[in-house]
């Protein structure tokens, strides 16, 4: 069995008010478009084909080459959206026709209605649901047996239709080869002049195929975004969805209405995440770890029992034990140790952090790398920077900067070495030995006696 999807996307999405294409507006970090093409392969799809339209070329640099996009020049309809892609289904089993402003929609529903289709033998199944307001959608007409009889868009319908509330969700199943031979039979003598996938129904049934509405339970996966305000509904929906998984896995959310969870971050059980958090990308949590308020985490993996206070920590890796906070910005490719202090306006790039170490204070450690039980005091610099190039600083085990110390990169400090307060350190300093690298102490006696006296 050879199934494929299609994802109707060529739309322009006008009542997002956007220069950005409605399909590649985002909800947590992943563009519209992207969730109903990972629901299609939930289900094993085997191809998945995009249609484009408006704006295609930023489709295609979001969704990369893996994909088949076909471009439908003017858009005059999904009816006329799907005949474009007459190749693509030509050699399909069947073929599941999404939209691609529909993120709510997940690969359990689709594979719901997959199972219906494949039972019942149908030439055609489309994803239906009951709603309270059916207003905008196309209703679902049945016979008195309940059989389906066609879909009525709404400003086609009369007002008995109007009434009907199982309404039509904009996804399908359909045999390709049937597809593609009720297809060239449409045409767009309706309200909207378009040309109506649905009307595929009408076509097929008068042709004695079987073809049957499947209503999901699930109606939150059938929403779709038109408009900014649908845009945050859809995010508030999905936001519950993710943190109520967590929580049944054990997680705290201390305020789960404020907290923002990224669909692909893991967390382990006994995690306490604080209102106001941000859990980015492919985001990894250890168990017993605490997320206080306000701390933003992306692409980020943290071992057990670490703790972050109202902090940032980007692409990076923070080993047991570590505390990181409060307002401490770890930036991309930093790995920091076992059981670390990193401490208040504490800065972290590029840098590799061994075990033990403190770094209490208003310091900043950019492409560095720094043993364990290392004591950075108060305001110490790497200075990693002259304006051209970054350089690498490396200070050995058990090591002690002085506050104050500027470390000029490249420059090692040994192991067990000392930096004297206020040092800029700009040549080795060798193991067990202390740095003092500035100038010495003068006192000019009753000096300030004298100026008054003037
Ligand atoms: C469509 C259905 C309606 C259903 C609703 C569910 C038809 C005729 N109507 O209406 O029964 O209740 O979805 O949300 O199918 N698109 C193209 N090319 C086009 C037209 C549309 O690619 O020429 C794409 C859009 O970008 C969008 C999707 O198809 O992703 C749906 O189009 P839209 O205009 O939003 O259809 P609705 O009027 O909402
Ligand atoms: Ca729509």
Request: proline fraction near 2%; charged fraction near 25%.
């Amino acid at each position: 069995m050879r199934t494929k999807a299609l994802i109707l996307a060529a739309g322009q999405g006008t009542r997002m008010k956007s220069n950005e294409l409605k399909v590649l507006h985002t909800v947590f970090g992943k563009a519209l478009v992207e969730y109903p093409i990972e629901a299609a392969k939930y289900v094993g799809v085997e191809e998945v084909c995009i249609i484009i339209g408006h704006k295609a070329e930023n489709i295609k640099a979001k969704l990369g080459e893996d994909m088949t996009y076909v471009l439908q020049k003017e858009q005059l309809g999904t009816g006329h959206a799907v005949m474009q892609a007459k190749e693509f289904i030509e050699d399909a089993d069947e073929v599941l026709v999404l939209c691609g402003d529909t993120p709510l929609i997940t690969g359990e529903t689709l594979e719901k209605m997959l199972a219906f289709h494949r039972s019942e033998n149908n030439a055609l199944t489309v994803l239906s649901a009951i709603m309270d307001n059916p207003t905008g959608y196309g209703r679902i007409v049945r016979d008195e047996n309940g059989h389906l009889l066609k879909i009525v868009e709404q400003k086609d319908a009369n007002e008995e239709e109007k009434q009907i509330q199982e309404i039509n969700g904009g996804m399908y199943v359909f045999n390709g080869k049937l597809l593609n031979e009720a297809l060239s039979k449409i045409t767009n003598d309706n309200v909207q002049n378009e040309y109506y996938l649905t009307d595929t129904i009408e076509i097929l049934r008068n042709e004695g195929y079987l073809v049957d509405a499947v209503a999901t339970e699930e109606r939150d996966d059938i929403t779709g975004v038109n408009s900014r305000t649908q845009l945050a509904a859809v995010t508030e929906i999905m936001k519950q969805r993710i943190n109520t998984k967590h929580m049944a896995n054990g997680v705290t959310l201390v305020d789960p209405n404020n907290t923002y969870i990224c669909p692909e971050v893991v967390i382990g059980k006994d995690t306490i995440i604080e209102p106001g958090c941000m859990l980015e990308g492919k985001t990894v949590i250890g168990e017993g770890c605490r997320i206080g308020y306000n701390s933003k985490l992306k692409n980020t993996e943290l071992k057990d029992n670490v703790e972050v206070e109202i902090s940032v920590i980007l692409d990076s890796f923070v080993d047991e034990g570590t505390h990181v906070g409060p307002f401490a910005y770890i930036r991309p490719n930093s790995h920091i140790g076992k059981n670390i202090k990193v401490g208040d306006f504490v800065e972290i790039k590029n840098a590799n952090i061994g075990d033990g170490t403190k770094i209490s204070h208003l310091t900043y450690v950019g492409d560095a790398d720094v043993g364990s039980n290392v004591n950075f005091g108060c305001g110490t610099v790497v200075v990693n920077y002259d304006g051209q190039k970054k350089y690498r600083t490396s200070i050995g085990d058990n090591a002690f900067i002085g506050c104050n110390t500027n470390l000029v990169s490249p420059v090692t400090v040994e192991d067990n070495a000392y930096t004297a307060a206020g040092s800029t350190i700009t040549a080795t300093v060798p193991k067990n030995s202390l740095a003092i690298a500035r100038a010495k102490q003068e006192n000019k006696l009753e000096w300030v006696t004298k100026k008054c006296k003037k």
